[in-house]
């Protein structure tokens, strides 16, 4: 499993923007780190944890949930074995702890044991 680390949230006004990141703790090589699938997941209190967007291995074709769609942008920057979820016209239902993960398979991310998980970073959006 590959270690990661969220960095990027905050308090912003609704309609601010943010910019989330997603690193590895320790060097690993940008070949291994490009062949993870890749993807952004949230949760808030008293809700269960769902799926925001997700970037393959190739960093093609990207999905992202219905309810952000238009306004969140996934990108990957494998040279720098790094992450990104830009966020903009933030929503005060944007609120929750946001976290990144990585699985090799694509099938399996946030749904299997073999998913890498970061520690989360907390978003707020006041209205």
């Known amino acids: 499993q590959v270690q990661l680390v969220e960095s990027g949230g905050g308090s912003v006004q609704a309609g601010g923007s943010l910019r989330l990141s997603c690193a590895t703790s320790?060097?690993?090589?940008?070949?291994?780190?490009?062949?993870?699938?890749m993807g952004w997941f949230r949760q808030a209190p008293g809700k269960e944890r769902e799926e925001v967007a997700r970037?393959?291995?190739?960093?093609?074709?990207?999905n992202y949930a219905d309810s952000v769609k238009g306004r969140f942008t996934i990108s990957r920057d494998n040279a720098k074995n790094t992450l990104y979820l830009e966020m903009n016209s933030l929503k005060p239902e944007d609120t929750a702890m946001y976290y990144c993960?990585?699985?090799?398979?694509?099938?399996?991310?946030?749904?299997?044991?073999?998913?890498?998980w970061g520690q989360g970073t907390q978003v707020t959006v006041s209205s």
């Open positions: 970037i393959p291995s190739g960093g093609g074709s990207t």
């Open positions: 993960a990585a699985d090799l398979n694509c099938y399996n991310l946030g749904i299997r044991r073999s998913t890498s």
């Open positions: 320790y060097t690993y090589s940008w070949y291994l780190y490009s062949r993870y699938c």
